[in-house]
């Protein structure tokens, strides 16, 4: 019974954390809100944003696939800081731009800069589990002692 609520706490912290609150507010509002505020005619990588909004739809059906995750908010991240950066009109510097815009282009920064290390470490770490690999592996292995788990330090993964 613990571990059915402890799953389902999970998927729901999953879902609104991760999908609602990173993939439907940033992605949905800001390819509709950020060309009508900045006064661009469109998003500057339109094909991208297409692909962004796709790809972004196969985790929340399948509520996993974290690289999907990943891929589409960094395709996404980069149309929205672009389009902020590049296309905005020629009087409305950045210190004029609406508040709405601001937390969206801070948003696509911050995941920017976040989510694809956190793709590289959950990548590592997937192979330090399945291949015996050893990316967090600590140093008292190289000095020759074994520990007693051979699939990478869970403590060496933590931040």
Not at 35 to 58: G, H
Request: hydrophobic letters at 55%.
């Amino acid at each position: 019974m613990r571990l059915a609520i402890f799953i389902s706490d999970s998927v729901y912290g999953m879902i609104i954390v991760a999908y609602l609150l990173t993939a439907l507010f940033p992605g949905g509002f800001g390819s509709y809100l950020i060309p009508l505020m900045v006064d661009a005619r469109d998003m500057v990588f339109p094909f991208l944003n297409m692909l962004s909004y796709w790809v972004s739809l196969l985790p929340v059906l399948i509520l996993a696939s974290l690289v999907a995750f990943i891929t589409a908010f960094t395709m996404g991240g980069l149309n929205y800081v672009t389009t902020v950066l590049q296309s905005r009109c020629y009087r409305l510097t950045m210190m004029r731009l609406p508040l709405s815009v601001w937390v969206i282009f801070v948003t696509s920064c911050l995941g920017l800069f976040a989510f694809p290390a956190l793709l590289v470490a959950c990548i590592m770490k997937t192979l330090d589990t399945s291949l015996s690999t050893s990316f967090f592996m600590p140093a008292i292995i190289e000095a020759g002692q074994a520990l007693s788990f051979s699939d990478g330090s869970p403590i060496l993964f933590q931040p």
